[in-house]
């Protein structure tokens, strides 16, 4: 079975400052991971989606993410927050090879970023 | 490119009662997926259609059951509505033809509140 574990369920950092979102997954075998991002009253938009080419993945707005499977990590950065950053994050972990192409997302509990000016 | 679309908005509704959800997949998808938000929580799936069945299904009752249409449009229905059905719900297609239904694109959301 896979989960997601976000391991910090909120994040306050500065505007123009680094930010790392940290997200632990769990899978029997290579996953696709994402990360989406839902701003207030907002349906989710993708960031980013790894599916075992480069371990390091760039995304929309600056962001990136690195899978480490020997970590079972998918961490999300960004060099340098703005203030329309201020969002909430999740990580998502899905399985496709095995189901027959049908598949579900698997979401985590969500990182809720701010920044401050 | 018209993204996913979902109607209504927002919905209120009192207990006992049944709601009807719609969603319009983005243009050249023919996967549905629904998933229910509830306030401060991630998106639980609640389930998958493709080619007007249903494909898989989370662990959610048989109050709530879909439908897809031959244009790949899709309903969502609750019945017996109670006050913990109340959350945001949505919608995301993504494409089965193209072997990238692990890439779903969310709509909006509608938002339903149980009275």
């Known amino acids: 079975a896979q989960s997601v574990t976000q391991l910090d369920s909120h994040v306050s950092v500065s505007e123009g400052t680094p930010v790392l979102l940290r997200c632990n997954y769990s899978s029997s075998y290579s996953p696709s991971l994402f990360w989406y991002v839902q701003h207030p009253n907002k349906g989710l938009q993708l960031l980013l989606k790894?599916?075992?080419?480069?371990?390091l993945v760039k995304g929309i707005n600056g962001f990136e993410a690195e899978f480490k499977k020997s970590e079972t990590s998918f961490h999300l950065t960004k060099p340098s927050a703005h203030m329309s950053d201020a969002a909430e994050y999740f990580c998502v972990v899905t399985l496709t090879a095995f189901s027959g192409g049908y598949n579900k997302l698997i979401f985590g509990a969500g990182t809720r970023l701010a920044v401050h000016p | 490119d018209a993204g996913v679309t979902q109607s209504p908005t927002h919905l209120i509704k009192t207990r006992g009662q049944q709601v009807t959800l719609r969603c319009s997949p983005k243009?050249?998808?023919?996967?549905v997926s629904w998933y229910q938000q509830a306030l401060g929580q991630g998106p639980q799936f609640i389930f998958q259609y493709y080619e007007e069945e249903e494909r898989q299904r989370g662990n959610f009752p048989d109050r709530f059951s879909g439908h897809q249409f031959p244009n790949y449009s899709s309903e969502l229905n609750v019945n017996a509505l109670l006050l913990g059905d109340s959350a945001l719900y949505l919608c995301?297609?993504?494409?089965?033809?193209?072997?990238?239904?692990?890439?779903?694109?969310f709509g909006p959301g509608t938002r339903l509140t149980v009275l």
């Open positions: 995301a297609s993504s494409s089965l033809q193209r072997q990238s239904t692990d890439t779903q694109y």
């Open positions: 243009s050249g998808h023919d996967t």
């Open positions: 790894y599916t075992s080419a480069a371990t």
